[in-house]
Nanobody, 122 residues
Framework: QVQLVESGGGLVQPGGSLRLTCVPS????????MGWYRQAPGKQRELAAI???????TYTDVVKGRFTIARDNARNTATLQMNSLKPEDTAVYYC????????????????WGQGTQVTVSS
């Protein structure tokens, strides 16, 4: 069973930055798409960003220009750099991996991490 281990969450003030890291238990080359999803209290899980094995990226509108997703094949990691954080970014952030082609549908992802809490508050 593939495991995805996330790290990097925490408490940050509005306007601050955090960098989330996801490490899969097998080669990242096995996954055509890596994604970061988030779920705020009382809300449905939503897409934050996706990156394909070819490096193409997709962002939800509310994070465009503030978040950057990347995959480092040499270090076998996927990261989400989050800048200019806002209180509405507060959520549990989940790393997801998909063997098949790019998809924005969370139900089509094969593996999920345990989630890491991001809290943006003064």
């Amino acid at each position: 069973q593939v495991q995805l281990v996330e790290s990097g969450g925490g408490l940050v003030q509005p306007g601050g930055s955090l960098r989330l890291t996801c490490v899969p238990s097998e080669s990242i080359f096995n996954f055509a798409a890596m994604g970061w999803y988030r779920q705020a209290p009382g809300k449905q899980r939503e897409l934050a960003a996706i990156i394909t094995i070819g490096g193409s990226t997709t962002y939800t509108d509310v994070v465009k220009g503030r978040f950057t997703i990347a995959r480092d094949n040499a270090r076998n990691t996927a990261t989400l750099q989050m800048n200019s954080l806002k209180p509405e970014d507060t959520a549990v952030y989940y790393c997801a991996a998909r063997i098949g082609p790019h998809s924005e549908d969370a139900s089509e992802y094969d593996y999920w991490g345990q989630g890491t809490q991001v809290t943006v508050s003064s």
